[in-house]
């Protein structure tokens, strides 16, 4: 069983036989201009949620999600 293990962690290193292997299993569904414009779009999207938290620092970020909570707790324990 260690055997094989260690075998797989090998194979699990070595990088692909070429670098853009993964392009030659995509489907033929993955390579329309629908999905790179969904793509696109949702790169953007991405970036403009690290635009927004970039400025924060982890504490801004945690007190911001208390303040999100506490409503929902107070709901929460008005229903018991």
């Known amino acids: 069983?260690?055997?094989l293990q260690g075998a797989g962690a090998?194979?699990?290193a070595k990088p692909p036989a070429?670098?853009?292997e993964y392009l030659?299993?995509?489907?033929?569904?993955?390579?329309?201009m629908e999905r790179v414009?969904?793509?696109e779009k949702r790169c953007e999207a991405t970036a403009a949620a690290m635009r927004e938290l970039e400025?924060?620092?982890p504490v801004m970020m945690y007190e911001e999600e208390l303040d999100d909570l506490q409503p929902k707790l107070e709901a929460f324990l008005a229903g018991e």
């Open 1 to 3: 069983m260690a055997a």
């Open 10 to 12: 090998e194979n699990a």
């Open 18 to 20: 070429r670098p853009f």
């Open 24 to 32: 030659l299993r995509l489907s033929i569904g993955d390579l329309t």
């Open 37 to 39: 414009a969904a793509l």
């Open 55 to 57: 400025p924060k620092t």
